[in-house]
């Protein structure tokens, strides 16, 4: 039984050809343009305020389109942009050490094992050099060396120095910068901006997006709210899991109800697995925390070489201790890609060296660093992340290794988009983590920000107006019948959840599906195991359609209704990435099919058979797999190493 049928292939027929240098050149040139004063008479609206919304909006309103902008935070700064924390890849080669664009383009394409596009990665490391002179400007407060230049450090997947910082808070230095420039545009009336509210329906007129359907969460008022496109900056899904790196707020349910409304859904089995988290401590938890990634540059990954030795780490000598990253990636030591930092990991304490409640951990080690560098040193580099996890464990990691273990960060799946960063349908535009585009099957650490900000400052306003430049288009008002059928399902969708008289919580439901998740569709997928767990989820939904309860009123402030709408998204969704694993019978970067490894454990990559972007189109009964077939004509896709 494959679950899914397959229908027509797809292109992305907006990239240009010719060398992949003059590529973002020459489509620029040949995209239209809207002069002045027809952008005053185009209202765009922007779901999202993270680095790829606030920067969007920002940008469009300076250029003098009319621009809404919503996020369901009680304020633009805390959207989950504000949680990165390492820093921002740019190839600006400031070490000095080998590094270009195309090393950079490079890096990312290997380092997404092959199942990204050349095009839009090319585009994104040209952009990146412009990302750092427009964040600087803002005034956000990089690390800088004593002589007052901007300092690097390294990042897994490269061997060079590109990733620019500001201590362990890099995202909220980035997003205060991109916060300050959305406000700029707020006061001088370019932008309306929307706080805690959610967008719970996409409205599409005539086979355009024309608007959404939004809930104000304070007082529950549900309004449609229309426009001449549609930009989705909404992140990423990792909360399918339940357990992640992610703000409990997170959630699919924008991109969601897009793809009920034909966008496609591109990859959604590629989750990536942060190797350096906080081990779960138990049951009761509902989040996990990330210890970044810039930790790895110092910190020191090793293990017992006993198994199941539950000795203080000072009293494990050193000739007792597996550094196994540095044993196995000898050229990459620490600083592997996370994909392979993670499954080493759990290869090491699934033999049982793990450490800590449950074997569930292994040692991130600063003692070499501390006795090369003096502590405060160290300190200045780390002290926030340091303070973190000691307010978090208990445990002081200046005297302690940390203990840290694989958790879910980052989905490099999204909504299909086309060299423009439109989906499939005309005016529904995305941005960011929300859309698939540029990180294959892996991302690189410090590449979140970096295409967030490419998307929202630089690539999404010059490819919209191509789009927009077919207007003003016809008015369209509440009173239209897609508009009216929109709102109507929404007006349904809240009625059944706070009419069903059910006798379980919402969480008691996601909790449930997250474990699914992670044992079947997690950091190791086999073929029984996506079976299982797809007959798993099927039941399980329809037991939350018959005892979920959720009190309150639609009229209020009410988070449980807000978290039953969110659920039950998530139930499609996993769903749908489990069919995503099952019927990609490859191993290739956070998706890995037991079935398909190399004698020595690594991913093996079927490239005859599967080298395309999976865009799967919803279906009531079952998705339809619209293939993309991936050229690649400047890096030759080979068996990844980092030996």
């Known amino acids: 039984m494959d679950y899914y049928r397959e229908g027509e292939p797809v292109a992305d027929t907006k990239a240009p050809a010719g060398p992949i240098s003059e590529r973002w050149e020459k489509r620029r040139f040949s995209g239209r343009l809207v002069n002045p004063a027809n952008r005053r008479k185009l209202r765009v609206i922007v779901v999202g305020t993270g680095l790829a919304g606030a920067s969007a909006a920002a940008t469009l309103g300076e250029l003098g389109y009319r621009v809404a902008n919503y996020c369901f935070q009680d304020s633009a700064r805390r959207a989950h942009s504000i949680a990165a924390q390492g820093g921002i890849n740019a190839a600006k080669n400031y070490r000095n050490d080998g590094d270009s664009v195309h090393r950079l383009f490079y890096d990312t394409v290997k380092g997404g094992d092959f199942r990204s596009r050349e095009s839009n990665v090319h585009r994104l490391a040209e952009v990146s050099t412009e990302i750092i002179d427009q964040c600087v400007a803002q005034g956000v407060p990089f690390a800088r060396e004593y002589g007052g230049l901007l300092d690097n450090r390294s990042f897994g997947g490269a061997q060079v120095s590109r990733t620019f910082y500001a201590r362990g808070q890099t995202g909220q230095q980035l997003l205060l910068g991109a916060y300050q420039a959305l406000q700029r545009q707020v006061a001088a009336g370019t932008v309306d901006l929307h706080t805690r509210h959610e967008m719970l329906e996409l409205v599409v007129v005539e086979g355009k997006a024309r608007g959404i359907v939004v809930r104000d969460l304070v007082t529950g008022e549900i309004s449609t709210e229309l ?263 929404v007006d349904e969708r809240i009625a059944f959840f706070l009419g069903n008289d059910g006798d379980r919580t919402v969480d008691s439901f996601h909790r449930e599906l997250g474990k699914i998740m992670w044992e079947y569709c997690g950091m190791e997928r086999t073929d029984e195991g996506l079976r299982k767990a797809i007959g798993l989820i099927r039941d399980l939904k329809a037991e939350f359609y018959k005892r979920v309860k959720v009190t309150g009123k639609a009229e209020e402030l009410n988070q449980q209704l807000e978290k039953a709408g969110r659920v039950a998204d998530f139930f499609e969704l996993g769903e749908l990435m489990c069919i995503d694993a099952l019927h990609r019978t490859e191993s290739c970067g956070g998706h890995f099919r037991a079935e398909s490894q190399t004698d020595e454990g690594e991913a093996k990559r079927d490239d005859e058979h599967f080298s395309y972007v999976a865009a799967w189109e919803y279906g009531e009964d079952e998705p339809v797999l619209h293939k993309e077939s991936l050229v690649f004509e400047y890096v030759k896709p080979t068996q990844r190493s980092y030996k």
């Open 227 to 489: 426009a001449d496109a549609v930009v989705l900056a909404s992140g990423g899904y990792g909360n399918v899991f339940f357990l992640s790196t992610n703000a409990k707020g997170c959630n699919v349910t924008a991109s969601w109800r897009a793809h009920r409304k034909g966008a496609y859904f591109a990859n959604p089995c590629y989750t990536q697995i942060h190797p350096t988290c906080i081990p779960q401590s138990g049951d009761h938890q509902s989040k996990l925390t990330l210890m970044s990634e810039s930790l790895r540059n110092d910190g020191r990954v090793w293990v017992p070489k006993s198994k199941h030795d539950e000795r203080h780490p000072a009293d494990i000598p050193e000739d007792e201790r597996d550094y196994y990253l540095e044993r196995r990636y000898p050229a990459f030591g620490n600083l592997v890609p996370r994909d392979i930092a993670s499954r080493a990991a759990k290869v090491v304490c699934d033999e049982g060296h793990g450490v800590g409640p449950g074997g569930l951990g292994v040692y991130l080690d600063f003692a070499d660093a501390i006795k090369r560098l003096g502590k405060q040193a160290v300190e200045a580099k780390y002290g926030n992340l340091f303070d973190m996890y000691e307010r978090i464990t208990g445990e002081n990691p200046y005297e302690r290794p940390m203990r840290i273990y694989p958790a879910v960060h980052y989905t490099m799946g999204g909504l299909w988009v086309d060299y423009d960063l439109s989906s499939n349908i005309p005016g529904l535009f995305v941005t960011g983590e929300a859309n698939f585009s540029d990180h294959g099957a892996n991302r690189l650490g410090a590449s979140a920000l970096m295409q967030g900000l490419s998307d929202g400052y630089f690539v999404l306003p010059n490819t919209i107006s191509d789009y927009l430049a077919d207007g003003p288009f016809e008015a369209v008002d509440e009173t239209h019948e897609d508009v009216v059928a929109a709102r109507r399902e």
